[in-house]
């Protein structure tokens, strides 16, 4: 509300409502006006319509907005993920299991002598046909936004099983009835 360190040194010295409270209250409408045509008033003013033009758009974060690269990299990364998401919910479908004997290291769109798994593989397959920019995501991604390793292949197998039982758990809320089968092996 009081704001006298935006008042520059060649500008009238600041008076009620910047320094201090308004409290003659006799001439309140000559000084509003007075100070709406100040030129702290309007600095004021124009930072606090971009502050609220700022906050308005909600899908921005303020990080990204500042760094363009930043952004670039969150777009990249999510792009990767998803094509990752998507060969692990292949595969889960499938009933497939998704590592071989040797699928650590960097990935690459070249086959290999050894069995690399079928994570890789099918990834591998997903990739060679997509675009030439989605390849080059892989190809040139960090090693630490590869986001290939079985640990996180793990937390999104157990992120798509909560969400395999958040849906099992709506559909059984709104049912009149249901029943449970349950075999107990002795």
Same mark, same amino acid.
């Given at each position: ?68 690269? *930043? ?15 998507? =060969? ?10 998704? %590592?071989?004997? *040797? ?20 990834? %591998? ?17 960090? %090693?630490? =936004? ?41």
């Amino acid at each position: 509300m009081f704001a006298p360190h935006t008042v520059s040194r060649s500008a009238k010295p600041p008076g009620s409502l910047v320094s201090g409270p308004h409290c003659n209250y006799i001439k309140a409408k000559e000084h509003n006006n007075n100070h709406q045509n100040c030129h702290y008033h309007k600095l004021c003013a124009a930072m606090f319509d971009n502050f609220v033009q700022t906050g308005a758009d909600k899908s921005r974060n303020v990080r990204n907005a500042l760094n363009s690269s *930043r952004q670039k990299a969150v777009e990249e990364n999510r792009n990767r993920l998803s094509h990752i998401i998507r =060969t692990i919910e292949f595969c889960c479908r499938q009933e497939i299991p998704l %590592r071989g004997h *040797r699928d650590a290291g960097a990935f690459s769109l070249n086959e290999t002598d050894c069995n690399d798994g079928v994570f890789e593989a099918a990834l %591998r397959l997903r990739v060679e046909a997509a675009d030439k920019q989605t390849s080059e995501l892989f190809l040139k991604a960090p %090693r630490n =936004t590869s986001y290939l390793s079985w640990r996180v292949q793990n937390q999104i197998i157990s992120l798509m099983g909560d969400a395999i039982q958040k849906q099992i758990l709506s559909d059984i809320s709104q049912c009149k009835y249901f029943s449970i089968l349950a075999d107990v092996l002795l």
